[in-house]
């Protein structure tokens, strides 16, 4: 299998417009992959995924599902992936399982699994390592909405010891006596594994409070073809009419376009007042990101047609401030507020960002205050409307951004969205910058360091 190769750091000479004919390609989307992929242990027959991008974090599931294995044929030239998981192996997840956070997946999937075909009674594997920002509690982010979905769908009892986890099942699986799951915060990753945890029940279920960003109906559709009784497609409540085989169907699936890959070539070009061309995208997915770059630059700098996207920033005027509320879609996405950063910083006025969602988002601040970026933190809480009580669960993070001159610098990259932000700093800034530990980016963005050389961004590595 190819490897990606991860620099130590990236060098890029800024304060240029993209290349005429910019053009990207933009690749399927990181947060649907890993869900499909685990998807194919629901089924002892073959799977296919086309569209799926080359990223770290699919190279790692890769590895994590032939550790059990299950057979693996991955071609990122095709951008193809093959799966046939005949039969489970071993139960023990391998270690690559802790490179990633989204292994989570598999866990109810692979449980499932198990109650159908008794191939297996636990799964033992290590807690996965998190991401470095804290979750709207003011902790890192923790495993609890998953570990508790697999007790009360599955009814499987936690065994742990240290890091290491060993989910049991009952001798006999019961159907839930309250088939109804819901998190209390609406949570992409806990939508995702119940619809996987349940496609393979017999028994009526519900789930409330389910995300509804896009990669969620398009993976229930790629659950319906496989032959579950999965309902609720664009909606926060979702119901298993109840699955009477032993295993799924396969098939062949396209993964959708990466909204979030579209998000940083669209505000990349937008940073440096220039054309660009995203091929591939769906631009209903990126709604929510589209409105506020059409609010800023106006509507005839933003053209859509079918499967691309055509952008033309040259003459953008200067504009005011804005001030954006992260929530989940169809509102303004946590993930893409970090790109926003540095643009917002060139605005004639400041701007302020409230992410309730993960008020830990913050560790790109320190970083772009190197390229002379201003900005100040601080978390606000919510309180009750009824009582006046401050609220233990809501809280915000309140970030403003000044109008800022910036310079080139020396960075640290710290997260999967926020290193993009350095990028876009480090490109509109004249002089040589340095981007250490771009590895985070090259989770989420595939062929980055080639796209960028490609639109006319100097890069050396």
């Known amino acids: ?75 990122p030239a095709r951008r193809r992936v093959a799966i046939h998981a005949k039969k489970i192996a071993s139960n023990i997840l391998p270690p690559a399982a802790l490179n990633l956070r989204a292994s989570y997946y598999i866990w109810g999937a692979l449980l499932a699994r198990f109650v159908k075909t008794g191939e297996w009674k636990s799964l033992k594997l290590q807690k996965p390592g998190g991401c470095g920002f804290t979750d709207i509690s003011g902790d890192h982010r923790k495993f609890d909405y998953h570990e508790n979905l697999i007790r009360n769908v599955l009814g499987a009892t936690l065994v742990e010891a240290a890091d290491n986890y060993e989910f049991v099942l009952p001798p006999k699986f019961v159907p839930a006596a ?24 017999p028994n009526l279920e519900f789930m409330y409070n389910a995300a509804m960003e896009s990669e969620v109906p398009h993976l229930l559709g790629i659950l319906h073809r496989m032959g579950a009784k999965l309902r609720g497609s664009n909606t926060t409540a979702i119901v298993n009419f109840g699955f009477g085989g032993k295993l799924l169907d396969g098939g ?27 091929i591939g995208t769906d631009a209903e997915s990126c709604r929510p990101w589209l409105n506020s770059v059409i609010e800023i630059a106006g509507a005839e700098r933003c053209q859509i047609y079918g499967d691309f996207m055509r952008f033309d920033f040259t003459d953008m005027p200067d504009f005011d401030g804005r001030d954006f509320v992260m ?25 302020r960002i409230y992410d309730p969602i993960w008020i830990g988002r913050t560790g790109h601040l320190p970083e772009l205050a190197k390229f002379g970026i201003r900005s100040e ?28 001159k910036l310079h080139a610098a020396e960075a640290n990259g710290m997260d999967l969205r926020g290193t993009p932000g350095l990028i876009i700093a480090a490109a509109m800034c004249a002089g040589r910058s340095r981007i250490h530990n771009p590895k985070f980016a090259l989770r989420g963005y595939p062929n980055l360091v080639e796209n960028l050389l490609r639109i006319g961004i100097n890069v050396a590595q």
């Open 1 to 75: 299998m190819d490897k990606i190769y991860i620099p130590d750091f990236i060098d890029i000479d800024g304060g240029r417009p993209l290349a005429e004919g910019a053009a990207v390609h933009i690749s399927g989307a990181k947060n649907e992959v890993l869900g499909a992929m685990s998807a194919a242990v629901l089924t002892d027959k073959p799977v296919v995924f086309n569209n799926v991008p080359f990223v770290t974090d699919v190279l790692d599931m890769c590895e994590i599902l032939r550790g059990i294995g299950v057979s693996v044929d991955y071609d």
């Open 178 to 201: 309250r088939p109804i799951f819901h998190t209390p915060l609406i949570s992409h990753g806990a939508t995702f594994h119940w619809m996987l945890t349940a496609a393979l029940l």
């Open 252 to 278: 062949e699936f396209d993964i959708m376009p990466d909204r979030m890959e579209t998000g940083f070539y669209a505000l990349l070009a937008m940073a440096l007042k220039s054309r660009i061309k995203l």
């Open 327 to 351: 929530s989940p879609i169809p509102g303004k996405e946590t993930d893409m507020h970090q790109v926003w950063t540095p643009i917002l910083a060139t605005a004639r006025t400041r701007s």
């Open 377 to 404: 933190s601080r978390v606000v809480e919510a309180h009750d409307a009824g009582t006046g009580e401050t609220s233990k669960l809501l809280k915000s993070s309140e970030i403003t951004i000044f109008p800022s």
